[in-house]
């Protein structure tokens, strides 16, 4: 049974480009354009995993992160941002993601990262 | 001239990525965290450029201007108020009691606005595989209306541009500083082809 992933990015542009490379790898994908939305499909859906956009309109992607492990403290999280700040790094590591990848995401990187995140282990670049 | 949903979603996306590569500069500078928020995509007149500026920034402001060419061609502004220009002087060098625009000064923030309008900059060219080009970056202290004056000036065939303003924050500082990248409609034009390009090539 294929893993499914909820990619919560507000650009479209972001979604369509995750959604192509997840699905090349074999994951059930479904998108989520803010917060709220990205909350409510994961109570409905149970996501294996999510990636997770950090500047977004609305709800900052840190308050999603938060909310997310609050329904689900062992959900893998893996933020994917443009924002290379170490302080942003540290922000998500002790928000409790499971990795961090720069956007635009790179495909192998990401095969990468999950691969370790279904191990249980953490990913950082 | 009106960017269709699309189009404006991709030059945002565009835009964040090379926003927070800035970002990342300022704060390896400072050595303070550089809170963001999201960047507003708008093409609008001439005129309404200086109008929708006032609206955030006012005074006696500190502009650095980039222009850049090749493919796509046009301004880049770091604009920062007198005060966070200011502080931002004092945080990048040992002159805590600095308090005016001397040669020093207009050095390190001629200096700042270079590495960071070329880090977002550089962050287009890599990502859409452009070539541009800078000029050297000129320093101004003066109102709002003049700084666009000048562009207006220097522009005057175009009627119309996109403009990208957004507010980055220094944290534990006043510092805020404004990113605006001025195009005409002909690099716009080629600017939205080259978006439109990348997007084909990823999802191939």
Same mark, same amino acid.
């Given at each position: 049974m294929k893993r499914k992933i909820l990619v919560v990015d507000d650009s479209a542009l972001a979604r369509r480009l995750t959604r192509k490379i997840l699905e090349d790898l074999g994951y059930e994908v479904e998108e989520a354009s803010d917060g709220t939305q990205a909350l409510e499909k994961y109570a409905l859906g149970q996501h294996d995993a999510v990636i997770l956009d950090m500047? !977004?309109?609305? !709800?900052?992607g840190l308050e999603v992160l938060q909310k997310l492990k609050e329904l689900n403290p062992s959900l893998p999280v893996v933020v994917a941002t443009a924002d290379i700040q170490r302080t942003t790094r540290d922000q998500v590591k002790n928000g409790g993601a499971a990795a961090m990848i720069n956007k635009p995401v790179n495909g192998e990187e990401l095969a990468e990262m999950l691969d370790l995140v279904w191990k249980g282990e953490t990913a950082w670049n | 001239m009106e960017l269709s949903p699309s189009q404006k979603d991709a030059l945002t996306e565009l835009i964040n990525i090379g926003y927070a590569r800035a970002a990342a500069a300022l704060s390896d500078l400072t050595g303070h965290r550089i809170t963001l928020q999201v960047p507003e995509v708008a093409i609008h007149t001439i005129p309404e450029i200086t109008r929708k500026l006032l609206t955030v920034v006012h005074g006696e402001v500190a502009s650095v201007n980039q222009v850049f060419s090749g493919p796509i061609t046009g301004n880049a502004i770091l604009l920062l108020d007198r005060e966070a220009a200011l502080l931002l002087n004092r945080l990048l060098t040992d002159r805590p009691a600095a308090s005016g625009f001397d040669g020093a000064a207009r050095e390190v923030i001629t200096e700042v606005g270079n590495i960071v309008l070329n880090a977002c900059l550089g962050a287009f060219g890599n990502l859409l595989k452009v070539q541009v080009s800078f000029t050297v970056p000129a320093l101004q202290i003066e109102s709002v209306q003049n700084v666009l004056h000048t562009l207006i000036i220097e522009e005057q065939p175009l009627e119309y541009a996109l403009i990208i303003h957004t507010c980055f924050q220094l944290r534990a500082s006043d510092v805020s500083g404004y990113l605006v990248i001025i195009l005409g409609v002909t690099s716009l034009s080629t600017l939205l082809a080259e978006l439109k390009k990348w997007e084909d090539r990823e999802l191939k």
């Amino acid at each position: 049974m294929k893993r499914k992933i909820l990619v919560v990015d507000d650009s479209a542009l972001a979604r369509r480009l995750t959604r192509k490379i997840l699905e090349d790898l074999g994951y059930e994908v479904e998108e989520a354009s803010d917060g709220t939305q990205a909350l409510e499909k994961y109570a409905l859906g149970q996501h294996d995993a999510v990636i997770l956009d950090m500047l !977004m309109s609305g !709800m900052y992607g840190l308050e999603v992160l938060q909310k997310l492990k609050e329904l689900n403290p062992s959900l893998p999280v893996v933020v994917a941002t443009a924002d290379i700040q170490r302080t942003t790094r540290d922000q998500v590591k002790n928000g409790g993601a499971a990795a961090m990848i720069n956007k635009p995401v790179n495909g192998e990187e990401l095969a990468e990262m999950l691969d370790l995140v279904w191990k249980g282990e953490t990913a950082w670049n | 001239m009106e960017l269709s949903p699309s189009q404006k979603d991709a030059l945002t996306e565009l835009i964040n990525i090379g926003y927070a590569r800035a970002a990342a500069a300022l704060s390896d500078l400072t050595g303070h965290r550089i809170t963001l928020q999201v960047p507003e995509v708008a093409i609008h007149t001439i005129p309404e450029i200086t109008r929708k500026l006032l609206t955030v920034v006012h005074g006696e402001v500190a502009s650095v201007n980039q222009v850049f060419s090749g493919p796509i061609t046009g301004n880049a502004i770091l604009l920062l108020d007198r005060e966070a220009a200011l502080l931002l002087n004092r945080l990048l060098t040992d002159r805590p009691a600095a308090s005016g625009f001397d040669g020093a000064a207009r050095e390190v923030i001629t200096e700042v606005g270079n590495i960071v309008l070329n880090a977002c900059l550089g962050a287009f060219g890599n990502l859409l595989k452009v070539q541009v080009s800078f000029t050297v970056p000129a320093l101004q202290i003066e109102s709002v209306q003049n700084v666009l004056h000048t562009l207006i000036i220097e522009e005057q065939p175009l009627e119309y541009a996109l403009i990208i303003h957004t507010c980055f924050q220094l944290r534990a500082s006043d510092v805020s500083g404004y990113l605006v990248i001025i195009l005409g409609v002909t690099s716009l034009s080629t600017l939205l082809a080259e978006l439109k390009k990348w997007e084909d090539r990823e999802l191939k």
